[in-house]
């Protein structure tokens, strides 16, 4: 595996944990460890996901980066929305 995978799959880790944690600053509520390590969950799922697709596409180049930065975080973003939906059913 290359490193500038492994490199790609921390970037959106990291967009993922960055829109978690920014959700909690947002709100008014207390830090919820459980609730957190769900959102740890879903930025990993995310960021394997998203590092085997750009494993794919080519030649990386340093936009890529950044480009894995945000699908980690929409990744979260929309995982939180959909696990939010599931759970008030």
Known sequence: ??????V???AAFAGGIATAVLGW??????WNWRKFSSSMI????GAVAIAAAMDYSGAVTPILYL?????????EAGGNRVAG?????
């Open 8 to 10: 790609i799959g921390l």
């Open 42 to 45: 879903r930025s990993v799922v």
């Open 67 to 75: 480009f894995a930065f945000l699908s980690g975080a929409g990744v």
């Open 25 to 30: 600053t947002e709100r008014a509520t207390p």
């Open 85 to 89: 939906a599931l759970m008030r059913k």
């Open 1 to 6: 595996m290359e490193i500038n995978i492994i």
